[in-house]
């Protein structure tokens, strides 16, 4: 089952903040986030143990809360370059079953 | 450089024709995956593999085909392609199948008509 991603969809002009949520109905174990630009393939951003660590990424960060199931990325002071889709991916605690699973993606347009 | 190759980067075929997309990794990597991307669907994963002769499918596996015969490739196969199977198609790998970073191939956009 696909985690869901929110906002679908965001327009922000550079400098201002944007956070992306993504929630789960099953018990996670990691939380990954990948940045895909337009035509080109998905980027690794970041993982998240279970643990609620917050990591970052020079103005990019993101918790995960693993008793809700929920991870959120933040990005702060927006530059033009953070624009494109934002997908989440979730690895479930079952056992023999891990894989990665991702969200739908969050489209993130910077203007100027 | 490490890097997830695939090929073609573009195909477009008539429906029934058998076709293969090529993926392969230079990183030694166990796990390997397919996925593919619709709009408003994300990446939805095809099949995937954890190591050599042993692969399972994922959420989408209908149509589809895999083998995994040597560790650094990892073809796709489909056997009779539908118009239904046209997507955008990425390979990744991963050094392990839980909590280590996926890379991806460039894609591989597929239109069946």
């Known amino acids: 089952q696909q985690p869901v991603q929110s906002p679908q969809a965001v327009i922000l002009r550079e400098g201002e903040d944007a956070v992306i949520n993504c929630s789960s109905s099953?018990?996670?174990?990691?939380v990954h986030w990948y940045r895909q630009k337009h035509g080109e393939a998905p980027v690794f951003l970041m993982i998240?143990?279970?643990?609620?660590e917050q990591k970052g990424h020079e103005k990019i960060s993101a918790s995960f809360n693993e008793k809700k199931q929920q991870s959120s990325l933040y990005l702060t002071a927006s530059q033009l370059s953070y624009s494109g889709t934002y997908f989440c991916g979730t690895e479930g605690q079952v056992f023999g079953n891990e894989k990665l699973t991702f969200g739908t993606g969050t489209r993130l347009t910077i203007i100027p | 450089e490490a890097q997830v190759t695939q090929n073609p980067r573009y195909l477009i075929t008539v429906t029934g024709k058998k076709l293969t997309v090529t993926c392969s990794q230079n990183m030694n990597h166990e796990y390997m995956s397919w996925y593919r991307q619709d709009p408003g669907l994300g990446l939805r994963q095809i099949y995937y593999?954890?190591?050599?002769?042993?692969?399972d499918k994922g959420d989408v596996p209908e149509g589809y085909k895999v083998s995994r015969k040597e560790k650094r490739n990892f073809p796709l196969i489909l056997e009779s392609p539908s118009p239904n199977q046209t997507s955008l198609y990425f390979c990744?790998?991963?050094?392990?199948?839980?909590?280590?970073?996926?890379?991806f191939g460039q894609g591989t956009r597929l239109t069946v008509v």
């Open positions: 593999s954890m190591n050599v002769e042993v692969t």
């Open positions: 998240l143990l279970k643990g609620g």
């Open positions: 099953k018990a996670l174990y990691s």
């Open positions: 990744a790998s991963s050094f392990d199948r839980v909590n280590t970073e996926a890379f």
